[in-house]
């Protein structure tokens, strides 16, 4: 058993190593102990890098996209796509990855492109991170903003697990989250946590509330 769930934490937690994209159930509010709590006793063991895992990233928010996840950590560049919703379940492929500097021809065919906004004049043939981030800031239409995440990580039916704190520049609140290649396995282990009627807010979606861009709230 052991052995089973170092493969499939393995698998599921690095970007590409799982056999098809995974379907996603998360959302964002002010708490979700009940769940939480039901989620860390269904748990089966798992190895300890995954007990609190911290890490610093900006995602780049833009005001006319919904489908592409864009966030930069260490200094390299992830983009996500949303490919399909199947039962609420939303399943998001990986579009680019990249670091800086970076190729103008990356930015305007690639970035750019996946913001859904015009592309500022790229007079360079490659940018570094923070003139990057002054094209970002000087933009009208994306805005930077800054995301600290603490989550603890459980597997509770084969279905990767997580509950976590995350600040939205400086804003504290509670995500929680279950991520499968499938979709019966989710709904099953939603049932069970007691998550049944919760919204499913994505990064995108709970970071526009948050700053503003969406007169939305949270889930609670």
Known sequence: MEIKLRQIMSKETKMGEASKPRFEFRSFGQNF???GKRMSRLSMPVPEKFWARH????????RTNDVNNTK?????MDIKTLVQTVDGLEQWNPLMKGEFPMLSEILKNEVFTAFHVSTPDLLKEQYS??????MITEHADLQAVRVHKLRSGYLVNDVICETGIVFINGAKVETINLESTDVQLIKQTIK???LQGVENINYLQAIKRVVGMIDKPLAN
């Not at 991170?129 to 002054?134: A, G, P, R, V």
């Open 33 to 35: 102990e009940a769940a």
């Open 55 to 62: 890490s610093d990233e900006i995602y780049i928010m833009s």
């Open 72 to 76: 930069i950590r260490d200094g390299k």
């Open 129 to 134: 991170y923070d003139e990057f981030m002054s």
């Open 192 to 194: 069970e946590i007691g």
